[in-house]
């Protein structure tokens, strides 16, 4: 089992900055790819970013391409979001979420296996 904690949410208005964290149990992290994901029209998970267990591979969303940035401390069982230069577009719950053991990185939803109770991003335009 894996248990999941986002954190660092907040409101604030376009064009800020924000760090999300999420702290993970178990001693299984550094093998499991990581991801974030949040509420779209239409989808009940939108992907946003995700890295693998080593922290070599990372993939992005278009939409969050080189204002999003996800890193992770496995020494500390701990992945990050930092976004930068934050849209209205960009509100949402974040949710954090881990893939199985040695699975690779994936933008599928349906490739995590545990998810966090989510943090509220609010930007205001």
Same mark, same amino acid.
């Given at each position: 089992? =894996? ?14 900055s924000?760090?999300l964290?999420? /702290? *993970?149990?178990?001693? $299984?992290?550094? $093998?499991r ?6 509420? /779209? ?7 946003? *970013?995700t890295?693998?267990?080593?922290? @070599?591979? $990372?993939s992005? /969303? !278009? ?7 996800? +890193?992770? !401390?496995?020494?500390? #069982?701990? =992945?990050?979001l930092?976004? #930068?230069?934050?849209?209205? @577009? !960009? ?7 881990? /893939?199985?053991?040695r699975?690779?990185?994936?933008? +599928? *939803? ?9 943090t ?6």
């Open positions: 089992q =894996v248990q999941l904690v986002e954190s660092g949410g907040g409101l604030l208005q376009a064009g800020g924000l760090r964290s999420c /702290a *993970a149990s178990g001693r $299984t992290f550094s $093998t790819a990581m991801g974030w994901f949040r509420p /779209a029209p239409g989808k009940e998970r939108e992907f946003v *970013a890295i693998s267990g080593s922290g @070599d591979m $990372t992005y /969303a !278009d939409s969050v391409k080189g204002r999003f940035t996800i +890193s992770r !401390d496995n020494a500390k #069982n701990t =992945v990050s930092q976004m #930068n230069s934050l849209k209205p @577009d !960009d509100t949402g719950v974040y949710y954090c979420a881990a /893939a199985p053991v699975a690779g990185i994936t933008r +599928s *939803a349906a490739g995590y296996g545990y998810w966090g109770q989510g509220q991003v609010t930007v205001s335009s």
